[in-house]
């Protein structure tokens, strides 16, 4: 286990399609530091999205390995592959995906109770991370009832509370205005810097992008840069 990287990326290739394959990752090789704040930008098709997926153990690779804490989960069972995704992985989406019935405190509180923690616990330990992403006093308030970088907040408390080590955007701020994606960004850096967990986002908006720790540009599923901010 590299104590330095948390994720070690070799020659990751995607085949998508039986009749036209298209391949989707080209041989990605990327190691990706503890506690690093990472973006990965790119043209529509290049391929982002299938590597966040692959590093999310949301998808396998045609070939490759992925290592996480050392551990190749590429090799895993399918239960053990859900069980890491639930214990050392957060996942915030473009859209926010919440249980409309449910208030902001229940919806944090289900990966929780799915994890098998007691109602009580749980419900503790949401209240505290949504007071940390500045929602304690929304918490009763259902989706309908939040704006929407609220429901964003919501949704990123969710990805943060069953502490992973690795939280995963996939276009974090795509549905919010310049200044709601602002303060998602800020609350994300934040939350980067006091929890040292390892942050990587998928974005289009390149000022986003310019200000987290280094930028992977990826072209037709390879990387052609890979730079330090």
């Known amino acids: 286990m590299s104590e330095k990287y948390i994720i070690q990326i070799k020659n990751l290739i995607k085949i998508f399609g039986d009749g036209v394959e298209i391949k989707a990752l080209d041989g990605v090789d990327l190691n990706i530091e503890r506690g690093e704040f990472l973006a990965i930008i790119g043209p529509s098709g290049s391929g982002k999205s299938t590597l966040l997926n692959q590093i999310g153990i949301l998808d396998t690779p045609t070939s490759g390995t992925i ?22 992985l957060g996942f915030i989406f473009q859209y926010h995906h ?21 109602s009580s616990k749980a419900r503790e330990t949401a209240r505290k991370v949504l007071e940390e992403v500045g929602l ?8 309908n009832q939040l704006s929407g970088g609220q429901n964003q907040r919501v949704a990123i408390a969710r990805a943060l509370v069953n502490k992973p080590s690795i939280v995963i955007g996939d276009e974090p701020t795509g ?14 850096r934040k939350l980067n810097h006091e929890h040292k967990q390892t942050f990587i986002l998928v974005t289009h908006d390149v000022h986003m992008a310019e200000k987290t720790d280094r930028i992977i540009r990826l072209v037709d599923g390879r990387i052609v840069e890979n730079s330090k901010n």
Do not use: C, W
């Not at 019935?101 to 990966?111: C, G, R, S």
């Not at 549905?175 to 994300?188: C, G």
């Open 67 to 88: 290592l996480l804490d050392g551990v190749d989960v590429t090799k895993m069972s399918e239960k053990q592959r859900s069980i890491t995704r639930n214990k050392q």
């Open 98 to 118: 919440l249980l409309p019935d449910f208030n902001a405190l229940e919806n944090v509180m289900m990966p929780l109770l799915i994890s098998g923690v007691k």
């Open 136 to 143: 304690g006093d929304r918490m009763d308030h259902r989706p």
């Open 175 to 188: 549905n919010l205005d310049s200044k709601a994606s602002d303060n998602i960004y800020e609350l994300l």
